[in-house]
């Protein structure tokens, strides 16, 4: 559990680090963190590959990890679920595009919260449908839905689906009990299916925010997809396993069937992965929210001593959403690659006045990158 370790990933063929190869970036961008999965996890990886054989493991047949999830949930969240509401799939992007499908048809509108990551951006088109965009504005020092907008939008006969992401990415804000009773509100009376993007629900930094699961809400449980994911929190996202946890039959049924035959199964490393994930590393996971919630303070104290730089403190995730329209260039992106930081470009999230820092990272690296950006 030393969240202190550099690791070389320069030649892992790391998503992240491929990006700058060659060049004295330091790239601060994809959502994957720096640090070692917790042993147990590696533990079990180890395990299942020296068994010899990787032939087909059935996800849905595989109870040991669904059983993980109904106790992490229960555990997180105290939400007792039922082991057949949990629907595998490799990852968060594919179950919102199949939610996308299942719950409308081409030339429907989606309603999307905005800024958003670019995946969750792209399935509507994806998909032949519409996008409508949600703004999110700032109040009272937090980020929040323009809920005035939502209802607006909502009330079209041609919106079919509202897409969230709980805690938001890239904002950091997670939805209040009495801010999610409101969507369910809106979507009760308009008849609006709720997909919510819950993959950074356990990384809550802000000790006073509490997460509700959206299907948890009675006024969902009937229309809502809930989706969650061990890879952001325990650095595990290379291994493609993610779930949906969707209450109702039929909703569930619909989803299911949307992506019978396109989405393949989740592999059995991320079975065994998340299995171990939620049941053995409570300790690294406490201990990791502790580290990057000293991130997040020391984060805030540097980036809002530089001039034209703004940040709000983010509630949850290890990503940070820097205001740079105080910079006054044109392109904020390009001006943080010439200082050798590499974030994520604010455009590629809807507003290009702005871009993301990753800081799951050791504190080392986070101070380095610190100093270029103020050099």
């Not at 209450?247 to 396109?262: E, L, T």
């Not at 809002?304 to 940040?311: A, F, T």
Request: charged share 20%; net charge negative; proline share 6%.
């Amino acid at each position: 559990m030393d969240f202190d370790q550099i690791i070389d990933r320069s030649q892992s063929c790391s998503f992240k680090w491929n990006k700058y190869q060659g060049r004295d970036i330091l790239p601060m961008w994809v959502a994957d963190s720096e640090f070692r999965c917790a042993q147990p996890i590696l533990d079990a990886l180890h395990n299942r590959v020296e068994h010899g054989l990787l032939g087909y493991t059935l996800p849905a047949q595989y109870e040991p990890a669904k059983q993980a999830i109904v106790h992490w949930l229960g555990r997180q969240y105290n939400w007792q679920i039922e082991s057949d509401w949990v629907v595998w799939t490799p990852g968060v992007v594919p179950a919102f595009n199949v939610a996308c499908k299942a719950y409308c048809q081409p030339g429907d509108k989606v309603l999307v919260q905005v800024p958003n990551y670019p995946p969750l951006l792209a399935a509507p088109a994806l998909n032949q449908l519409q996008r409508v965009d949600i703004p999110t504005i700032e109040e009272s020092g937090r980020w929040q839905l323009d809920f005035e907008s939502l209802e607006r939008q909502a009330a079209d006969p041609k919106a079919k689906l509202l897409i969230l992401c709980n805690p938001m990415n890239p904002v950091g804000s997670v939805l209040s009990e009495a801010e999610l009773e409101r969507v369910a509100d809106i979507c009760q009376r308009h008849g609006l299916m709720l997909c919510s993007d819950e993959i950074h629900c356990d990384l809550i930094l802000d000790e006073q925010a509490l997460h509700i699961p959206a299907s948890k809400l009675e006024s969902l449980k009937h229309h809502s997809v809930t989706l969650m994911a061990a890879s952001k929190t325990f650095n595990i996202a290379g291994l493609g396993a993610s779930f949906a946890v969707i209450p109702d039959a039929k909703v569930r049924q619909q989803f299911v069937q949307a992506a019978m035959g396109i989405v393949p199964w989740v592999n059995v490393l991320g079975l065994f992965a998340t299995e171990a994930a939620f049941t053995l590393c409570d300790d690294w996971y406490q201990a990791q929210l502790d580290y990057l919630r000293g991130n997040r303070d020391y984060l805030m104290q540097e980036i809002n001593k530089i001039d034209g730089l703004r940040l709000l403190k983010p509630q949850a995730t290890f990503l940070a959403w820097v205001d740079a329209r105080g910079l006054e260039e044109d392109n904020p992106q390009k001006w943080c690659e010439e200082k050798g930081v590499g974030p994520s470009p604010g455009v590629d999230f809807g507003d290009k006045g702005f871009f993301r820092i990753n800081f799951g990272c050791p504190r080392s690296y986070l101070e380095q990158a610190v100093a270029r950006l103020k050099g």
